[in-house]
């Protein structure tokens, strides 16, 4: 990990994007059309050319034992994350009707989108081939048990495909995975493409993070309670306690913050329109999207802070 004050800088200037981000939607350069466009630009071609541009970037840190380290830890991410809605829906008293979406809310965190920007900001380039293997349990975890998690409790919702599991960004997971074990370099004008489009991915996610902020009813979205306690247990008391745990056991600092970060991310941009597919609430999704969206600006640095002085 970088030096504490580095690393603090860089999310100041993660914060400070996302602002322009927050002001080009208030002055009318970013509606909501335009974010739907800018969303599936970043989902669909720069964060998958981000990911496989790490594979020769990851270097010889992320050795084979972080690469299998980094399944496993994925896998448990997903569990615990689950185990974590379970806890908040029994602690909060969430009305019964809304427990599942807590649920889906807890395991469909945005790691693609905001993680795998933000931890590289922080841990470098190396950490984005980790970062990526995280992404991709996600998404087999997600688009089976977690799907099947908001649509049981009626029998009905949609079917998943497996073109939804296939996705761009899952693709490029599996290929940046493939392309680091075989030792593959690819041409120097294809890398350099790869790098220069990828390289958009963060200011784009903070600044799509800043249009959504914008689109607060703040007198609605302070009257949920409920969303305020469970975004701080499931984004910042969980994961400080599960860094002490895991350096105990885990002896990569690197794959332990990394697991850390991922647990941080915010509530996933999708997840409104996932929610209303599946007939449960969309605006109880689309603030939880947004509070623990604006909360997470001040967890992850909390978490940074925590992970480098304790």
Not at 278 to 293: E, Y
Request: hydrophobic share 55%; net charge neutral.
């Amino acid at each position: 990990m970088t030096d504490l004050s580095t690393a603090i800088e860089q999310m100041v200037m993660l914060f400070l994007v996302a602002c322009v981000g927050f002001g080009s939607a208030k002055l009318g350069y970013l509606d909501n059309h335009t974010k739907e466009r800018l969303n599936k630009l970043l989902m669909n071609v720069t964060l998958p050319c981000m990911v496989i541009a790490s594979a020769e970037g990851a270097g010889a840190d992320a050795s084979g034992t972080l690469i299998g380290g980094a399944f496993i830890l994925g896998a448990v991410l997903f569990f615990t994350l689950l185990l974590v809605g379970f806890v908040c829906n029994l602690l909060l008293r969430v009305p019964r009707k809304d427990r599942r979406l807590y649920l889906f809310m807890s395991v469909c965190s945005n790691m693609g989108f905001l993680g795998i920007p933000v931890i590289a900001s922080v841990f470098g380039d190396a950490s984005i081939i980790l970062s990526s293997i995280f992404v991709m349990m996600q998404g087999v975890f997600l688009y089976s048990l977690g799907f099947m998690l908001l649509s049981s409790e009626e029998g009905g919702g949609e079917k998943v495909s497996w073109s939804a599991i296939m996705n761009p960004a899952m693709v490029a997971c599996i290929l940046a995975i493939a392309l680091f074990l075989g030792g593959v370099k690819l041409p120097s004008v294809i890398q350099g493409t790869f790098d220069l489009v990828g390289g958009l991915t963060t200011p784009l996610a903070l600044m799509l993070v800043g249009v959504i902020i914008s689109q607060v009813n703040v007198k609605a979205v302070v009257s949920e309670w409920r969303l305020y306690l469970y975004t701080a247990v499931k984004q910042l008391i969980v994961p400080a306690g599960l860094f002490l745990a895991l350096r105990l056991v885990v002896a990569s600092p690197l794959l332990v913050g990394v697991f850390v970060l991922m647990m941080a991310t915010p509530v996933g941009t999708l997840v409104p329109m996932w929610a209303e597919r599946f007939g449960r609430d969309p605006v109880l999704a689309a603030k939880g999207t947004i509070i623990s969206t604006a909360l997470s600006f001040a967890f992850i640095p909390a978490l940074i802070t925590f992970m480098a002085t304790v």
